[in-house]
């Protein structure tokens, strides 16, 4: 049988579920933010927070989903994720537009990894 590693889990949730070689993260939301580029940028820096207390990184993303609130804010959030995905190593990435938790929270990205 093949352990299951949680880190950051409270009743409701963990942040990080590590199975079978996989780091799946629950779906990252910082903010308030300005804008859709800064809430972003926050957010992928705390999933790079979230893949290093699993063991890897950004080099080793297998996929990421991305919902927007608003779809408008597709050019600002390509900015910042074109930024920080290293080249050559672009996951299998999904984008869609869905209203979120919070009315201040414009960018929800949700990523799985290899360890």
């Given at each position: 049988?093949?352990?299951?590693?949680?880190?950051?889990?409270?009743?409701?949730?963990?942040q990080?579920?590590?199975?079978?070689?996989?780091?799946?993260?629950?779906?990252?939301?910082?903010?308030?933010?300005?804008?859709?580029?800064?809430?972003?940028?926050?957010?992928?820096?705390e999933?790079?927070?979230?893949?290093?207390?699993?063991?890897?990184?950004?080099?080793?993303?297998?996929?990421?989903?991305?919902?927007?609130?608003?779809?408008?804010?597709?050019?600002?959030?390509?900015?910042?994720?074109?930024?920080?995905?290293?080249?050559?190593?672009?996951?299998?990435?999904?984008t869609?537009?869905s209203?979120?938790?919070?009315?201040?929270?414009?960018?929800?990205?949700?990523?799985?990894?290899?360890?």
């Amino acid at each position: 049988m093949t352990d299951i590693i949680r880190h950051e889990t409270d009743a409701r949730m963990s942040q990080v579920v590590v199975h079978n070689g996989i780091a799946y993260l629950a779906g990252q939301i910082e903010g308030p933010a300005n804008d859709a580029g800064a809430q972003t940028r926050e957010t992928l820096a705390e999933i790079d927070r979230l893949l290093a207390l699993a063991g890897t990184d950004r080099t080793r993303l297998l996929t990421a989903q991305i919902w927007l609130a608003d779809m408008t804010d597709f050019e600002a959030m390509n900015a910042a994720w074109d930024e920080w995905v290293p080249e050559g190593h672009a996951p299998a990435r999904y984008t869609g537009e869905s209203k979120l938790a919070a009315p201040e929270y414009r960018v929800e990205i949700i990523v799985t990894a290899a360890v």
